[in-house]
């Protein structure tokens, strides 16, 4: 049975990341690379146990994570299908076809333009993915690129994150320290306020409810 560790050790899927990585970089977006994915599986995986999911889905939720953002080098815009379809024909032959099809539906989801939350899988992504903001994700950190990059602004002024998880209360708490002098709180509602939209609905499929605090205010 294929697992997590075969997937991370996998030199198609490494080169399809370190390629990603790269390519971002190149075109002046934040990391997208082995850090970000690595992130992304440990949370969606730690999401997976707190919403009581089996221990496969555990496995298939940190799968998810790993490869979630391996189709951008293919382009920026469809990356979430060229991932999903990349999954596809590197695994169609170790996966079977509804672990197969789970997984390609959440990566495919997690970056889509309605908030469409198919699968607790999905869920456990989109709010692993969208809960990495800090800032070691911005690679340039000229004060001339931070003044006119809001995104790169935002991310470089989030000096602490964490990802609270009370199973008991069913509350996914997404923390945050910002640095006020570097971006205001305002910018990062600008910048954030549909990613925080589409982790409540996903907290929703969980049966959960998803609360962000940034310098100890409860904003949602
Ligand atoms: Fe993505
Ligand atoms: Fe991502």
């Known amino acids: 049975m294929l697992t997590f560790e075969d997937v991370t050790n996998n030199p ?16 002046g977006y934040t990391d997208h690379g082995f850090t970000h994915v690595e992130i992304a599986a440990r949370r969606a995986q ?9 221990k496969r889905e555990q496995e298939l939720a ?3 994570g790993y490869c979630h953002d391996m189709g951008n080098f293919l382009g920026r815009t469809q990356h979430h299908y060229w991932a999903a379809l990349l999954f596809s024909q590197v695994f169609q032959e170790q996966l079977p076809p509804i672990e197969l099809a789970a997984a390609m539906q959440a990566i495919a989801a997690h970056d889509k333009e309605d908030v469409d ?3 607790k899988l999905t869920a456990c992504l989109v709010i692993a993915d969208k809960s990495d903001v800090r800032s070691s994700r911005v690679f340039d950190k000229s004060s001339a690129n931070l003044l006119l990059d809001i995104h790169d602004r935002v991310n470089n002024a989030v000096i602490e994150n964490k990802l609270q998880l009370d199973a008991k209360k069913k509350i996914i708490t997404l923390k945050l ?15 954030f306020s549909e990613r925080m939209t589409y982790c409540r609905h996903s907290a929703k499929t969980l049966g959960c409810k998803f609360e962000l605090v940034i310098n100890d205010f409860r904003l949602l």
Request: glycine share 2%.
């Open 12 to 27: 198609q899927i490494r080169e399809y990341i370190r390629r990603t990585e790269q390519y971002m970089k190149s075109i």
């Open 46 to 54: 730690e999401l997976a146990v707190m919403a009581g999911m089996s």
């Open 62 to 64: 940190a799968m998810t």
């Open 117 to 119: 939350v198919p699968s």
């Open 177 to 191: 320290k910002i640095n006020t002098s570097q971006a205001p709180v305002m910018e990062y509602f600008e910048i």
